[in-house]
DNA sequence: GGACGAAGTTCGGTGGACCGAACTTCTCTG
DNA sequence: CAGAGAAGTTCGGTCCACCGAACTTCGTCC
């Protein structure tokens, strides 16, 4: 009695699944129960009750103490919440004209709501995007997601120049700052040195000014470094 | 502690109140526990004991073995909740081009999951409605609503001319093929004679052929009648 | 006015999702 | 290599929403 609609999951259930390969989206870390519960919100304890319903539905496999890892089956689910997620972010955007920074939330309340129907609807209307606001990929209804190889601005080298290919924060007042200075997806950067020891860093958008960006910015900031 | 928004409530409860307000939209007839289990879907044991909890919060006045009746904030709340029904059916038809028999559903779940802004923005792009899809009356962001003062087309005089105000069932069956006669709101119809005795009526859509309407399908049109 | 059936209520029980507190396991460090 | 602290698990308990079965109330009709 395998499942194969994302629509016979529990919200919850949706959840985890999507915080799960979230977690593993742009890092090899290994996913543990405690990292699953901030992502979350939620006790440790309360998750590690989930883990076992989870492994017990075959969505993950998890061995007590152990990592957790999405069986095929989880995976496939845990894609359909992220298209529905990105598909649902961009939708925000481009028709209701929500700013890149709202669209976070109010996302994650409908991703539970929509039918596969109107996830396709959505689609079709928006003419089948391959990335969300965000820059993140979105994947094909068939499950397929292809990665930007990008790399994240703090190790870039001064002198530089790059191509914003994603922004990975979920926190509004960074997203609008990162908007207000031009660092949106798409844009060129001159990457300079910034203050010694500062962690800081000097990037010029465009050819406008100058802007320092400290670790929690540059760490949120995924690029491609231009010839 | 009186709730003021609707985001406050639990979907259940927002379901509640919801189909205690449209029991009494169209008729004064008393709205009962059973009459609730019916529309909502659920055992009159389950109703009886969600409307000791509504009439704790003072949202229904309801004393035992007697009817429902909304309290003023009930009554705004319930108001909210047609409203965010009726403005997800009409942006679902007008932006993702549902038909309508295919929306209620659909709003159905949304309706629990969007927010007060979203409700706003849909408002808003679809330039501030006054009637959904079915020709029903969108109560505005303030809860007022106006009713059309319109007649079930089942007691029309034969000879009349009609205007369609609004389809009242949630039937896709029947909406479709309502629809696929021409009975849409804002539509005009001549009224004929049906067979004596078989209930039905026969009428004309514009200028095209005559159909022949049923009283399942005659009750739940609602007309005003031309001079 | 008494009895019957329909409508409504009460009550015990279920399952999902969550929590805190107590306990176990793992890992790293002195 | 022992033991402390962090990470993970277990367990009892809560709340919500629902159900079925047993019971009560109401209206009506003879």
């Known amino acids: ?12 259930v949706q959840n985890y699944l999507k915080a799960i390969w979230s977690l593993q989206e742009w890092t090899t870390e290994p996913v543990t129960a405690s990292r699953i519960a901030e992502r979350v919100d939620l006790r440790t304890s309360t998750v590690s009750g989930a883990l076992a319903k989870l492994t017990e539905q075959e969505l993950i ?29 961009t939708f925000l955007v481009q028709v209701l004209h929500y700013t890149w920074d709202q669209v976070d939330d109010e996302a994650e309340s409908l991703e539970h709501a929509v039918s596969d129907f109107m996830v396709d609807r959505i689609d079709e209307v928006l003419g089948r995007p391959t990335r969300d606001p965000h820059g993140d990929p979105i994947p094909s209804a068939e499950g397929v997601i292809t990665m930007p190889d990008a790399v994240r601005l703090t190790g870039v080298a001064a002198g530089s120049t790059v191509l ?27 990457v300079g040195e910034g203050e010694p020891y500062s962690g800081a860093i000097e990037v010029r958008v465009g050819d406008g000014a100058g802007v320092n960006l400290g670790t929690p910015a540059t760490d949120a900031v995924f690029v491609t470094v231009l010839p």
């Open 1 to 12: 009695m395998t499942v194969t609609s994302v629509g016979d999951l529990t919200p919850s």
């Open 164 to 190: 914003v290919e994603r922004i990975s924060d979920r926190d509004p007042g960074l997203l609008q700052h990162l908007a207000s200075a031009g660092v949106l997806p798409g844009a060129r950067l001159a």
């Open 61 to 89: 496999d998890h061995d007590p103490y152990g990592a957790v890892e999405l069986t095929p089956a989880g995976r496939t689910l845990a894609l359909a919440m992220v298209r529905r997620h990105r598909l649902i972010e």
